[in-house]
């Protein structure tokens, strides 16, 4: 503790200062620091005025799969696979910069914002541990999110088939399916 680099803890202050101004959990912070809690806090208050919420972090892997938040999480992990794929950026870099494309992708769009980042960290561990996967969908060839078990040849995403009372997000999918599949087709 006493030697450690003056510059390699700037870096991480900068790293956490990033997660922070991006919404990140405690959790997510201190996955991704070697700062201690302590500090942490302390930075997250700096930042947002507030203490850090408490708790566990809700999140289970069927919020992914529900339709509204299934197009935000597939457009989300089309661009990090995207990122990690075809440029050196990996781990919670990719992580950062994949999430702050997504919100410009939104923003630019005019959606509402329905993926957290600490949802979006959440989800590429779920990815990594195989608990979710990406499939094709059969008719539009887009990657989305599954569940693992439920990974089936003839998936077909839910632009493909849109929930009657999604009819309001006609327009809505229409964005989001032509980003998911420019990048698929990437
Ligand atoms: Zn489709």
Redesign the pocket.
Same mark, same amino acid.
């Given at each position: 503790m006493r030697n450690k680099s003056v510059l390699s803890e700037a870096k991480q202050i900068q790293l956490a200062s990033e997660l922070i101004k991006l919404g990140a959990r405690l959790q997510v912070l201190e996955a991704n620091s070697n700062l201690s809690r302590e500090r942490l806090v302390k930075l997250y208050k700096e930042i947002t005025g507030v203490s850090p919420p408490k708790g566990m972090l809700p999140f289970s892997e069927d919020w992914f799969t529900s339709w509204q938040p299934n197009m935000h999480s597939s457009l989300f992990i089309n661009i990090y696979k995207y990122l990690t794929s075809y440029t050196d950026t990996h781990g919670i870099e990719a992580v950062i910069k994949g999430y702050k494309l997504y919100l410009e992708h939104i923003e630019a769009s005019q959606l509402d914002q329905v993926l957290s980042l600490t949802r979006a960290w959440t989800l590429v561990r779920f990815i990594d541990s195989k608990i979710l996967s990406l499939a094709p &969908?059969s008719? &539009?060839a887009?990657d989305f999110v599954v569940h693992t078990l439920e990974l089936h040849s003839r998936h077909?995403?839910g632009?493909?088939n849109i929930p009657s009372r999604a009819g309001k997000t006609k327009k809505y999918s229409q964005v989001i399916a032509s980003e998911t599949q420019q990048l698929s087709a990437a």
């Open positions: &969908c008719q &539009c887009g077909v995403c632009l493909c």
